[in-house]
């Protein structure tokens, strides 16, 4: 709980944060960034969870495990995407999803 | 243990005991042993029917040795098993060729296990098709035994094998899913009398289902079987698919899984929607009068000895469909023997051809030449069959065909007659093609010089040969007892028309 | 008297064709002769002791010939129509017996020697037990269809002997023309015997043929005569579908193209099956059901039988002529003679002396058997001396052959009906017959007479007179095991005319007394003089007669020469129609238009799926999008119509 900042701007922000994630993810054609692009959604939505705990349910802790749940999670999956990506510019020397299309016939 | 459940038991634990082979010479001997016991089992049943038959009267149980087991009560749907005397007849040619086709792959290359165990889960299938009298039971032994023919030509096959598999899958499959309507057709309308709604076959034929269902679903049931009969239209997958088919399956696919065609449309479609049948029995006596005469004269042109054997096969199965749209005993067991005839018959035609071509690396005719000389034993073998073929007395075909015409001959109508003559004008077209290949590739000149020296026959193919070679004989002989076994198991269905 | 044991005739060559045919690589010349020797003279003798039995102790009960039968069901078509197997002994099969055992027995000795160092030796001795089996059968068969089924057989037979040498192309295309070209036929036959079985509701000959029973027509057999088809009773159409069968095999016009190449096969096999036993297998079939024949709707179906046997015998003769190869020479002369009989039986009423035309056929049946058989074994002898067929290849070979000179002789003498040799006993009795009933065929039939005399002997003073050729080898007599069965041959022939026949064979089983009839013997042993002397001016010496009138007759030689283009049309009509207006448009109909609407439909398929594809790109991110697009137009929904 801040005081002077309503649950609604929090959203607000998280909301944007969200989406620009989704713009990243949708239109970035670097692999890199497009792996920050999904970290940024997950933050979001980590950050939501911990914002609507504090303010609706102020003596749980539930939303507060979520995001540390969320945070473990995703550096885990940063962990396995960026090998993967490393073992993928090894194999096409490029990190563009474009040129990574041999899945696709 | 039921004597008819060993059916599905044994090649089913041949399967098994298959996966744990290390080599060839261990998947074949398992494969032979299986082959040998079901063999076995089939002459035993034989005799245990006759045992059986002369205490039980087929007015009072036209089904033997019946089981029932509840398998999914919701539906009612019943593992129930039974043979008359057709099943039986066809246990027995189902284990003759399965033996055959396990000899003529003694010495199958790659993958033997693999090899030996889907053509066993084919058996599989086909056994427990022949002996289920429950529609659902039945439909699923039917999908079990059409699915690994997709392995068997895609993997093993020759030729442009991926089409051919992919060809004969899908018609197939295609036609599973008419068969299903029909099937679930039948099964929505099987209480029509009241009672419970049911799969089974003889609960079925108690029932009188209305004219108008009938008349719906029996096209639906009787294109689903015939297009595995190689009904004209729907026959193209047949030479595909058996120009790319390894020797065996070849073997197996014409001389057993297309006789699921006739005997599932005579058990399912006929039996169970009489109205149907004579009702509709003009439009498809049309198709199949045609399919006589035209794969008996696209067999003329063809110069690859599997595609003269496949229009052949159109043509004789082609009169198995006329005489059972014949409706009435004698030409209904004219097309039971003539399945069984056709089956030993093209078995040993495609044993045989899957024999020279090893030997000289080519099934087109006229680049043989010859062979009477350095394959004699094979080539007087093809000549037996071919006399077989077209339908010489002392022969298993002679026998069949004969019932055929003398009870399509029973129809007065000019429609019948015209049907009836095309058919038997079929026997000279027959006679011309089987010559043709016989004058072109076994007599002659020999054509090749390497043809000299090739290997003759080993025991392992003589023994295929001669297992297939003695049914032929066995029944162009002696046909009576089998001819009266059979029609005395028409009667129930006789009595529905 | 119990005719059981006759089973046994048939079983017998069966037994051997099993031996020899399962081992035919295994077993040696010698001892594959011999066992196929044995085995026929075992039922050559089981033949002629039948024959004794039925003809003289126990055939006859007040004065009628009895009929036995002895069966078995062998399967069953409905609850009242079956196939039966078994023996029916009556005169004509008991005569048939007697023919078949004498001409194979020659012809299995002869063939000891004429195929002696052959390759397949073995083999060819399985087939002729084979081919003897069947024929038995044939003879003996009870009912309609026991009669198709052998009928069938001797088919195989005769394929297989012809198609003997089977590396050599023209035997290949022989065996196949005589197998299709029956086939063919039997097609007519087998439908009229279904039609028969269907209408009459047996296929027994005892029973189709009850005399009785064929003239009320409220019989069972006689029930269905009411029904029609193109203006005829069925069973007349049944019958005349039965001749067909019978005309190929006995290879009446226009189905007679076959028999000519069937020459193909070595010569014992031309002797016994294209001359003496299978071809007159037709007249038999028809002399079988002469009852039948005769009394339905009065006959029509004999007269089909009368014209055309008197039409093949005549264009056969003509035909015969102007050949050059030998065996062609007396291929066509078979085919006449069979004219001959086949017409007599055509002419034939039924009971007392009315039947002479049934007993006349039959008669020439028996000699014909005997004196043609003879021929063709002469022929072989001779085409194995020279090693060639044609005619211009022989001459003056008299010198060489003294045996196989004088006993074709005889039966050249027999053939052209002069007495006292046996065709002219059995010739005389037919163009009696014939001037009786039909004068027409009477004509025709004393022009053949004529006819065969010349043709008979321009062969004859051809091969053995004439001039001389220039021979590679010197020829020489055959050896004995060859020349013997062509003396005994030719005894028979010599003196086989006096049999009693009418006594014997008749319609009606009665038998009766017939005598010569002078004023037609003069006739036609007096156009037979006329045809013989003509061929000894016109080939006797060497002369240039022949080619005169040959050049004279140009155009219609010509047609002649080549069997008035008859191969040709049918080569034609099979090849050109058949073959490719019909059998291939089949085969590309079905690769391009059946397939291809299955191939239609799968591509059709597979372009739909080709097109909609694109959707599915492969990447994430458009997945992505269409994702969270699809979520936020979900949500949108659901909040407007939330509120």
Redesign the interface.
Known sequence: MIPGVTIYEILTVTTLLFFIG?YG????KNLIS?LLSVELMLNAVAINFVAINKYLYPDMLEGVYFSVFIIAVAAAETALAISIIINLYRLVTSVD??VT?T??H | MDILSLFVIVPVLTVLILVFAKDLKQARTIALIGGLVQLGMAVNLLFEYFKERALVPTSESPMLFVKDYIWFENFNIHYTIGVDGISVAMLILTSIVVLAGVFISWKIKDLPKEFFVSLIVLATGVYGFFISIDLFTMFIFYEIAVIPMYLLIGIWGSGPREYSAMKLTLMLMGASALLLVGILGIYFNSNADGGALTFNILEIAKVNIPFEAQKLFFPLTFIGFAVLGALFPFHTWSPDGHASAPTAVSMLHAGVLMKLGGYGIFRVAMYLLPLGAIDWSWFFIILAVIGVVYGALAAIRQNDLKYINAYSSVSHLGMVLVALLMLNKTAWNGAILQSLSHGFMTALFFALIGMIYERTHTRDIQKLGGLLKVLPFISAVYIIGGMASLGLPGFSGFVAEMNIFVGAFQHQDLFHRVATIATISAIVVTAVYILRVVGIMLMGPIKNEEFNDLPPSTWFERYGLYLLLIPIIGMGMAPLWLSDMILDSLTPFIARF | MDFTYTILIPLIPLAVFLILGLNALKIKENVAGIVGVLGLLASTILSFYTAFQYFFKVGKVDGVYQTFVEKTTWMNFTDTLAIDMGVLIDPISVMMLVVVSTISLMVHLYSRGYMHGDQGFTRFFAYLSLFSFSMYGLVLATNLFQIYIFWELVGVSSFLLIGYYYTKPSAIAASKKAFIVTRFADFGFLVGVIMIGFYTGTFDFVTLNDPIALQDTASPIMQNIGVTFMGFSVITTALVLIFVGGAGKSAMFPLHIWLPDAMEGPTPVSALIHAATMVVAGVYLVARLFPMFHFIEGGIALEVVAYVGGFSSLIAAVIALTQYDIKRILAFSTMSQIGYMMMALGISGYGGVEGLGFTASMFHLFTHAMFKALLFLGAGSVIHAVHSNVLQDMGGLRKYMPITNITFLIAALAIAGVPPFAGFFSKDEILAAAYESNQLLFWVEWIVAGLTAFYMFRLYFGIFWGKERVYKHAPHESPLSMTLPLMFLAVVSAIAGLVPFSQFVSPDLVGYTTHIHMDIAAMSVGIGVLGIAIAWIMYKKETTIADKITSAFGFFYKWTYNKFYIDELYLFITRQIIFKRIAQPFAWFDKNVVDGTMNLIGNTTVDISKKIKGA??????DY??AF?SGVVIVIMVFIYFMN
């Open positions: 989704v993810f949708v239109t970035r497009i999803v474009n299309e899945m696709k | 599915q790109s492969g990447k994430v991110q992505a999008f969270i």
